[in-house]
């Protein structure tokens, strides 16, 4: 969804692509929020005041198995 902005206060990223040593941080602003990560069924509540920071320092995925019957 779209980003909310406080009146007086303009958000730095509204579009692109983060750096990878980089993090994006968000402070909730709603009483009952959540954050869905990669579609409608995973999601985490996050409320009024809390924090999420999100970045890339995860360590690489390796895929094993055969992805020719896929």
Same mark, same amino acid.
């Given at each position: +969804?779209? =980003?909310?902005?406080?009146?007086?206060? +303009?958000?730095?990223?509204?579009?692109?692509?983060?750096?990878?040593?980089?993090?994006?941080?968000?402070?909730?602003?709603?009483?009952?929020?959540?954050?869905?990560?990669?579609? =409608?069924h995973?999601?985490?509540?996050? =409320?009024?005041?809390? &924090?999420?920071?999100?970045?890339?320092?995860? =360590?690489?995925? &390796?895929?094993?198995?055969?992805? +020719?019957?896929?």
């Open positions: +969804r779209e =980003p909310y902005l406080e009146r007086e206060r +303009r958000g730095r990223i509204q579009q692109g692509i983060v750096n990878p040593d980089r993090t994006v941080r968000l402070v909730s602003k709603m009483r009952h929020g959540k954050i869905y990560i990669d579609g =409608p995973f999601f985490r509540e996050v =409320p009024f005041g809390e &924090t999420v920071e999100i970045g890339a320092g995860a =360590p690489p995925l &390796t895929v094993l198995g055969n992805l +020719r019957g896929a």
